[in-house]
């Protein structure tokens, strides 16, 4: 557990928030739509909509109301340079109208069309990151010795296209205060460990990466609770929500959205006593996306059926 002093953020109150899937791993156009889940029509005007692209990676524009204020945050870039753009186009998302660009850490399936998406924007706009995000040299080392490259941030590719880098290495408030970050997520339960294989190496030395640019937003709708938005989740979807809890000062959790990386063999033990740990939460929303994984998103389907919504590209979360 991380035992920094942290100070409480006042974070307003939304009337409504809107949470658009531009990159998820998984389509589905038919899905029936929720309370709180709508899916793209299959017509665009006279014609049928081009088809949409998933890919292993993850990016949302979300809108926050409050009033007269309406403020639009997007939320990682995909993993390639192909979906986001493309989605983008075949949803009619207008991406200049966006204030602030959040990228929820360092990995490359969060940051594939940072270049296309910036270097395309009339005017620049800030990038909010962590620090850590732009560490380099970033593995995979596995049991048996082998090592895989993690693709990672690179600050030039940002710096070309003339937006400014916003550093945060603790809660930053956005949107003129109707959304903030969750930014250095202290560990506090016993069963989330990160990823087991995540290393990084700095003069040719090995070091154990625990991910420390690991970011999610939260909002706090009126009269409903804390809206949780993760990217991968790798500090622990239950320390997120426990860390939102604790820098806003609210106890309701409406809504959880967003990668819980609990795929793959490694990560798969850690299912039940997550999905224990959500029900203290009581969420009137729960999506799982991305990295969440196959297993686990059934589970959080049967211990929350009223609640689960599947998601999918194009998909509109309304809260």
């Not at 924007?121 to 040299?137: F, S, Y």
């Not at 290495?169 to 202290?186: C, E, F, Q, R, W």
């Not at 309701?252 to 959205?257: D, G, L, P, W």
């Not at 997550?274 to 049967?302: D, L, R």
């Amino acid at each position: 557990m991380n035992d920094k002093t942290r100070e409480s953020i006042n974070l307003k109150e939304a009337a409504n928030a809107y949470i658009t899937t531009v990159v998820d791993n998984y389509i589905d156009n038919l899905a029936p739509n929720t309370e709180y889940v709508t899916r793209p029509t299959l017509m665009r005007g006279k014609v049928r909509r081009e088809p949409l692209l998933a890919e292993h990676g993850l990016s949302f524009v979300i809108e926050v109301k409050a009033d007269s204020e309406q403020h639009t945050i997007v939320m990682d870039f995909g993993i390639s340079s192909v979906a986001m753009p493309h989605n983008l186009s075949a949803l009619d998302i207008d991406i200049t109208r966006a204030e602030t660009f959040f990228i929820s850490h360092g990995h490359h399936d969060h940051i594939g069309s940072v270049g296309p998406i910036l270097g395309s924007l009339p005017e620049p706009v800030d990038v909010v990151v962590h620090p850590d995000a732009l560490i380099g040299n970033r593995i995979h080392k596995f049991p048996d010795g082998k090592e895989i490259p993690i693709p990672t941030l690179r600050k030039e590719v940002i710096e070309k296209t003339g937006c400014p880098i916003v550093l945060v290495s603790s809660p930053k408030l956005l949107a003129n205060g109707y959304v903030a970050t969750l930014t250095d997520i202290p560990r506090q339960t016993d069963f989330e460990k990160g990823m087991p294989t995540a290393y990084y190496k700095e003069d040719d030395k090995l070091y154990k990466d625990d991910i420390r640019d690991d970011q999610g937003l939260v909002i706090h709708i009126k009269d409903k609770g804390l809206v949780v938005i993760t990217g991968c989740g790798h500090a622990g979807i239950i320390n997120t929500i426990l860390y939102a809890k604790e820098v806003t000062g609210v106890e309701e959790i409406f809504a959880v959205i967003g990668g819980f990386h609990l795929t793959g063999t490694m990560l798969e033990p850690v299912i039940p006593p997550t999905v224990e740990a959500m029900k203290q939460f009581s969420p009137n929303v729960i999506v799982p996306c991305h990295c969440t994984g196959w297993k686990a998103i059934h589970e959080f389907e049967k211990a929350f059926p009223a609640n689960f919504s599947l998601n999918s590209v194009g998909a509109v979360i309304k809260l």
